[in-house]
C-alpha cells in the first residue's frame, strides 16, 4: 500500500513552453500532497504544499505564477511549469500525505520527474 | 521542524547491521522522527517512524533515546541494494531534508 506514482517520469522540452507533471495517490485518499525539487548533488527543498479544493501553498522564493499547482481531487494533483528556461531544468517530485492510526501524517513520496529545458 | 544532524557518509560490509545515527536534539514533544532513504534518481523511499517507543518494521529498527534527543536506524543485514543517500527528519507535518548519511554498503 501507499503508492504515488508521477508522470511524466521524464520530460524534455524547449524554452518558454509549460509542461504539466501529474501526481497520484494509487491506493489512498491523501490528505495533502507536497512538490519538491530537487537539483544535482543537493538536497530536497520543499516548493509547496497544496490540499484538495484550495489554493497551494508556497515556500519563500518559488513564483507561483511560474509554478501553478491544481489539486483537482484526495488522489491528483498537478504541478505546471510555465514558460520553462533552462535554469527550470530539475528533478521534481511529489509526495502524498497518508493518515495512519495514530496522529500524524506519513508523506510517501512518487519516483520522480526529471525536467530538462533546452 | 527539528533541525537534525547526521554524519555525512558511513560505509558498511554486506550483510553487517547498518547502523546510522542521528541527532535532533531540539526535537518537540509532538514532532515524530521520521527515516527515509533515496536511491540515486528515484524518489525518497518510506522507511520507518516513531515518536519514542522504539520500532521494527520489515525494512529496519528505529532506536530512540531516551531523552529522544537522538535515534538510530539499524538495517539488520546490509545488502549492496540499501546503498543510498539515508535522510532523518523530525516533522508534525512538514518534511525539511538536511544533507542526509551516505551509505555505501560494500561487498
Known amino acids: 500500500g501507499a503508492v504515488v506514482s508521477q508522470h511524466p517520469s521524464w520530460v524534455i522540452c524547449k524554452s518558454g513552453t509549460s509542461v504539466k507533471i501529474e501526481c497520484r495517490s494509487l491506493?489512498?485518499?491523501?490528505?495533502?500532497m507536497f512538490w519538491y525539487r530537487q537539483f544535482p548533488k543537493q538536497s530536497l527543498m520543499l516548493m509547496a504544499t497544496s490540499n484538495e479544493g484550495s489554493k497551494a501553498t508556497y515556500e519563500q522564493g518559488v513564483e507561483k505564477d511560474k509554478f501553478l499547482i491544481n489539486h483537482a481531487s484526495l488522489t491528483l494533483s498537478t504541478l505546471t511549469v510555465t514558460s520553462a528556461h533552462p535554469e527550470d531544468s530539475s528533478f521534481y517530485i511529489c509526495?502524498?500525505?497518508?493518515?495512519?492510526?495514530?496522529?500524524?501524517?506519513?508523506?510517501?513520496f512518487g519516483p520522480g520527474t526529471r525536467l530538462t529545458v533546452l | 521542524d527539528a533541525k537534525t544532524t547526521q554524519p555525512t557518509s558511513m560505509d558498511c560490509a554486506e550483510g553487517r547491521a547498518a547502523n546510522l545515527p542521528c541527532n535532533h536534539s531540539t526535537i518537540s514533544g509532538n514532532e515524530y522522527v521520521y527515516w527515509y532513504r533515496q536511491i540515486h534518481s528515484q524518489g525518497p523511499q518510506y522507511i520507518i517512524h516513531g515518536l519514542k517507543n522504539n520500532e521494527t518494521n520489515e525494512m529496519a529498527s528505529l532506536i530512540i533515546t531516551e531523552d529522544r534527543k537522538s535515534s538510530t536506524l539499524i538495517l539488520p543485514h546490509a545488502t549492496l541494494r540499501d546503498t543510498a543517500v539515508y535522510y532523518c527528519?523530525?516533522?508534525?507535518?512538514?518534511?525539511?531534508f538536511g544533507s542526509g548519511t551516505q551509505l555505501t554498503v560494500l561487498p
Open positions: 509526495s502524498a500525505s497518508r493518515r495512519l492510526a495514530e496522529t500524524t501524517d506519513t508523506q510517501y
Open positions: 527528519l523530525g516533522s508534525a507535518r512538514q518534511l525539511t
Open positions: 491506493d489512498f485518499q491523501a490528505t495533502t
